[in-house]
């Protein structure tokens, strides 16, 4: 079996494993996760944003990984912290969302539709460069 789809199968399972519902997975050419942990009493959706290095194994979580809500957002961009998470808040309606970082390809999310009091957690898988 490819490292492709093994990585893929093992989302899928680790995903089903925990509490919440798995909404959307993509990996072919933007590879992520996308999981809603839950509802909040806040007037905004909560992101709980992890980078991972696609091609390691144990994934390997990348600090210093941009990610950029569409351009009306605020603020404009956020930037993973060591463990390679951080938390973004976004108004109700449809977004786009994208990780980025020299070396890596970047990975793009399109039409994320988030509600009020949404907690979702979202997973980015980035390929270096050089994959």
């Not at 909040?40 to 994934?59: D, G, N, R």
């Not at 449809?94 to 009091?117: E, M, P, W, Y």
Request: hydrophobic letters at 40%.
């Amino acid at each position: 079996m490819s490292s492709a789809k093994f990585l893929f199968f093992l989302l899928i399972a680790v995903s089903c494993s925990h509490c919440g519902t798995f909404l959307a997975a993509n990996m072919g050419e933007d590879k992520y996760q996308i999981k809603k942990s839950g509802q909040t009493s806040v007037p905004h959706a909560v992101l709980i944003i992890h980078t991972w290095e696609y091609a390691s194994s144990p994934l390997f979580p990348l600090a210093g990984i941009q990610i950029m809500p569409d351009k009306d957002s605020m603020p404009h961009y956020m930037v993973t912290d060591s463990s390679g998470r951080c938390k973004v808040f976004l108004s109700p309606g449809v977004h786009s969302l994208q990780a980025s970082c020299t070396g890596f390809r970047s990975v793009h999310i399109d039409r994320l539709k988030v509600n009020k009091g949404d907690s979702l957690t979202i997973h980015f898988y980035l390929p270096t460069d050089k994959n």
